[in-house]
Structures are given as C-alpha cells and as structure tokens.
C-alpha cells in the first residue's frame, strides 16, 4: 500500500501562487510516475501533470507557462508550482501515484486551491 499526504492548497487572490506537495509512504519502491489532478465542481477529474521517474513531463494546456510539476525520489515526494492562478483553477487537487508492473494507482485525499477574482 502507498499513502499519500498532501499539503499547499489554500486561497489567493487571481495572479498569485501556490506550491502544492504530496508525500507518499508506505510501499514506495517501484513507484513510477506521479502526477496531479483536479476536480472543480461539477466538472469531471482532469489531469493537470505528470511527472516519470525519469523526469519527463506532461501538462495540460491549460496550465502550460503556469504551472511546474517536479518530484524528489529519494523523498518519493511530488510538486506542483502554480502561478499566475486564475479563477478558473479553482478545484481539489489530488495527488496521483503509479505503481509497480501494472502502473496500480493511488490517490491523495485532495487539497482544495481556491482563487478569488
């Protein structure tokens, strides 16, 4: 089992940042990529980035030039620097971890990111 705990989220104002982290313990070897998600209300899960083992990365268009995943592997811990916020980022985020031959998820208990106008 992997358990993620995640920290960082909060409210601000339209223009400002956040740094979201997310730690995970527990079973942590073979741990592949990870990555953030984030559900706004009403609106389905979406991805936000990811991040491999490697440190190739992927973002959604909408957050591209905003936001910069990272990760330390020796502390199985992943980040995502968001600036410039707009309102529309408003939602949970949620941490995501994949892990072992057939990339098994796990998910953090999400952080709520509001950002006023």
């Known amino acids: 089992q992997v358990q993620l705990v995640e920290s960082g989220g909060g409210l601000v104002q339209a223009g400002g940042s956040l740094r979201l982290s997310c730690a995970a313990s527990?079973?942590?070897?073979?741990?592949?990529?990870m990555g953030w998600y984030r559900q706004a209300p009403g609106k389905q899960r979406e991805l936000v980035a990811t991040?491999?083992?490697?440190?190739?990365?992927n973002y959604a268009d909408s957050v591209k030039g905003r936001f910069t995943i990272s990760r330390d592997n020796a502390k199985n811990t992943v980040y995502l620097q968001m600036n410039s916020l707009k309102p529309e980022d408003t939602a949970v985020y949620y941490c995501?971890?994949?892990?072992?031959?057939?990339?098994?998820?796990?998910w953090g208990q999400g952080t709520q990111v509001t950002v006023s106008s």
């Open positions: 991040i491999t083992r490697s440190g190739r990365t």
């Open positions: 995501n971890v994949k892990r072992g031959w057939d990339n098994y998820d796990y």
């Open positions: 527990g079973i942590t070897f073979s741990i592949n990529a």
